[in-house]
């Protein structure tokens, strides 16, 4: 298994630019999270899935959107990018409520 | 919403020394998961601590969830080197919905 995967590893963008993060895993898991980690912030929740086709927003969803048509992928997408969303994103999976998560290495995003 | 709070934010210890890192919520937390992310890395489980009073170990780690369900610790004995990183406290979010809210982390860094 190759757990979760997510690219692109870097990605710098310009204000204004859109662009999709992908992120994959084949544990057949059913919960699927983007998280985003900032400098003294931890890690924040920006969506969910609780399964394919139901998503749900986290804590800082403004900005980014996200859909579940397959178990296996959860991609997340920056309408228009802006400086503050330069960060750390990060995607995790579990295979049900109170289980472990299981991230993925992470996509470093820089906006400019 | 929810928080958990996380303290210290930072640690630095002798190697020898021991490190304890606590989590604080206002609320009665369902469970508790303890991460550690190495620099550069992705937050990796370690353990997922779910009764009152329940103390769980793995080898220089111990791990305890509060009488009350409201706190939990994280203490390793004894640092080493590979014990650098950010270790990060999870609460599964009580209020009908299935997000986990991470608290900040605590940096340690073990001095050689």
């Known amino acids: 298994n190759a757990g979760v995967t997510q690219t692109p590893k870097f990605q710098v963008l310009k204000t204004g630019q859109s662009m999709t993060l992908q992120c994959a895993q084949d544990m057949n898991h059913e919960y699927m999270s983007w998280y985003r980690q900032d400098p003294g912030m931890g890690l924040r929740l920006i969506h969910y899935?609780?399964?394919?086709?139901?998503?749900d927003q986290g804590e800082v969803p403004n900005g980014y959107n996200v859909s579940r048509s397959t178990t296996e992928d959860f991609p997340l997408r920056l309408l228009s990018a802006a400086p503050s969303q330069t960060s750390v994103y990060f995607c995790?999976?579990?295979?049900?409520?109170?289980?472990?998560?299981?991230f993925g290495p992470g996509t470093r995003l820089t906006v400019t | 919403g929810q928080q958990v709070m996380q303290i210290p934010q930072y640690q630095h210890v002798q190697e020898g020394e021991d490190f304890t890192t606590y989590c604080n919520s206002s609320t009665t937390l369902s469970n508790i998961q303890w991460y550690k992310q190495r620099p550069g890395g992705h937050p990796v489980f370690l353990i997922q601590?779910?009764?009152?009073?329940e103390v769980k170990k793995q080898k220089r780690l111990t791990f305890q969830f509060g009488e009350a369900k409201k706190n939990s610790s994280l203490h390793i004995t004894a640092t080493q080197t590979t014990d650098v990183g950010t270790y990060f406290c999870?609460?599964?979010?009580?209020?009908?919905?299935?997000?986990?809210?991470f608290g900040t982390g605590t940096r340690l860094k073990v001095l050689a």
């Open positions: 999870a609460a599964l979010n009580t209020s009908g919905t299935y997000k986990y809210i």
């Open positions: 995790a999976s579990r295979p049900g409520l109170a289980n472990e998560q299981y």
């Open positions: 601590l779910v009764k009152s009073g």
């Open positions: 899935s609780v399964g394919a086709g139901i998503t």
